[in-house]
């Protein structure tokens, strides 16, 4: 597919389109940037501040992988939107940096919804827990966008479909609950699909896809 063709598609499906640019050049994402894209998602802090400090000032740096509480700080002062939130402790700081900055600092839960085990990401009980805790709702320098999930790494699309409906419900019954904006909550993405399951997540119910592969190209290790 060509980057302009999957562009027009998601633009006329109102789906915002995340270039996940991790070991990707500056060279490569000054490329794809000239196409239009203003929105690149990194997974290491490291790389996405030398990005930063390299690349145009109009770019929306999403971090998509996961945060370390003690490197908060450095991306603090520029970051778009933080993907991987899955604490209350990483919450905590990320609102104290971006109280430092001046900022509100936009993030997305990470949901588990996968078969496979893994170290990072809320189950739903978790989330909604979370989501009770008087703590939360006194961090002012931040604001709530939405959810994030990745499906289990699977060819069988019934899976797919049936991992993301379930995130879906969950989004939905969250968004019921915080069906008004206020200065911390503006709950409105859901962040779900990649290069090989975009069009499974886009039918159910996604604002926002992460691309990689099919805009640069296979991954560089």
């Not at 998509?64 to 933080?82: C, M, S, W």
Request: glycine residues 4%; charged residues 25%; hydrophobic residues 40%.
């Amino acid at each position: 597919m060509k980057l302009q063709d999957l562009i027009g598609e998601l633009e006329q499906k109102h789906v915002k389109l995340i270039a996940v640019s991790k070991t990707k050049s500056v060279e490569e994402i000054r490329t794809v940037y000239n196409t239009g894209i203003r929105d690149f998602g990194e997974n290491k802090v490291q790389e996405l501040i030398s990005k930063h400090e390299q690349l145009p000032d109009d770019i929306h740096w999403h971090l998509i992988g996961h945060l370390q509480t003690n490197k908060v700080k450095y991306i603090a002062p520029f970051v778009h939107i933080i993907h991987s939130v899955d604490s209350l402790k990483l919450l905590v700081e990320i609102n104290k940096q971006a109280e430092k900055n001046n900022r509100i600092i936009d993030y997305l839960f990470q949901i588990h919804i996968a078969r496979e085990e893994t170290k990072f990401g809320l189950r739903v009980e978790e989330c909604s827990h979370l989501l009770n805790d008087a703590q939360w709702t006194k961090l002012k320098h931040i604001r709530l966008r939405g959810l994030m999930a990745m499906a289990s790494n699977t060819s069988d699309a019934n899976q797919i479909s049936e991992e993301f409906t379930r995130i879906r419900h969950y989004f939905m019954e969250v968004k019921q609950r915080f069906n008004q904006v206020t200065d911390n909550i503006c709950f409105d993405e859901l962040c779900i699909g990649m290069s090989s399951d975009y069009a499974i997540a886009i039918a159910c119910g996604a604002t926002m896809v992460r691309i990689g592969s099919l805009i640069f190209g296979s991954r560089n290790e």
